[in-house]
């Protein structure tokens, strides 16, 4: 579930920019694959640029930013599903002495069933032709089945709350800060994840009553946890989400 990257960028101060002190652009990426009810599969991708290996420059309201573009292609074979290029632009600074936050984007793309292979660049827009790139690939494979009970990916979560704002980081009224990383450092404590689950009402019948068992276990034997257990009772829905946390404080960081 959990394959993403992080690393982390200190930086300069220098004129009227922010300079990354010749560090390449740093980036996390992950992704989790869903299903609309009506709108078939489609991926979730989560990017996260480490906001202190952009350059920020001065924008037209003279406030610092920093400003990467986004190219994301979706193979078959050597055809081109889905091509899309964008920009995404950090939170403002208003002084040099500002903290240079992290800054997220996800997309939503809806694709069919299938087997595609998928390349992201990131460009650090304000760095100039020879700007610093991240570049990311993978292979994504959807695969929900229509005839059966299906779960979809496990979607990591650094934090929630309730919001009447519209955005990609909604879900159900709630937005979802995706946790980007595999690293969980002692001072993070609790473990929060969203997941959905599709046809139970189609196979149990509607409202029918079932459990879910959810749990954490060890990467090195496979072996459940015990005191990481939990049992949630549901009533079966189109789309049931199993929206629930861990406590990990006593667990070791990793």
Not at 35 to 54: D, R, T, W
Request: aromatic share 12%; net charge negative.
């Amino acid at each position: 579930i959990m394959n993403t990257q992080s690393c982390w960028l200190t930086i300069l101060l220098c004129a009227y920019a922010l300079t990354a002190s010749g560090q390449a652009l740093e980036a996390s990426y992950s992704k989790a694959l869903f299903l609309h009810p009506q709108g078939g599969p489609f991926m979730e991708s989560y990017l996260a640029i480490n906001g202190k290996s952009v350059i920020y420059k001065l924008n037209e309201d003279g406030d610092l930013q920093a400003k990467v573009e986004v190219t994301s292609i979706y193979f078959q074979q050597d055809s081109v599903i889905f091509f899309d290029k964008y920009e995404v632009r950090s939170p403002l600074l208003s002084s040099k002495k500002s903290e240079r936050e992290n800054f997220l984007d996800i997309q939503r793309v809806p694709l069919p069933n299938g087997v595609y292979r998928f390349e992201m660049k990131v460009k650090d827009l304000n760095a100039g032709k020879e700007g610093s790139v991240f570049n990311h690939r993978d292979v994504i494979v959807l695969d929900f089945n229509k005839d059966s009970v299906a779960i979809s990916d496990i979607e990591l979560i650094e934090s929630f709350q309730r919001t009447e704002e519209k955005s990609n980081f909604m879900k159900g009224g709630v937005k979802l800060v995706p946790y980007t990383s595999n690293f969980y450092p002692e001072d993070v404590s609790i473990l929060i994840f969203y997941t959905e689950i599709y046809n139970s009402a189609k196979f149990l019948g509607a409202d029918q009553a079932f459990l879910v068992n959810f749990y954490l276990e060890s990467q090195d034997s496979d072996q459940q946890l015990g005191q990481y257990t939990k049992f949630k009772k549901e009533q079966a829905k189109e789309v049931n989400v199993l929206f629930n946390q861990f406590s990990i404080g006593s667990l070791p960081s990793g």
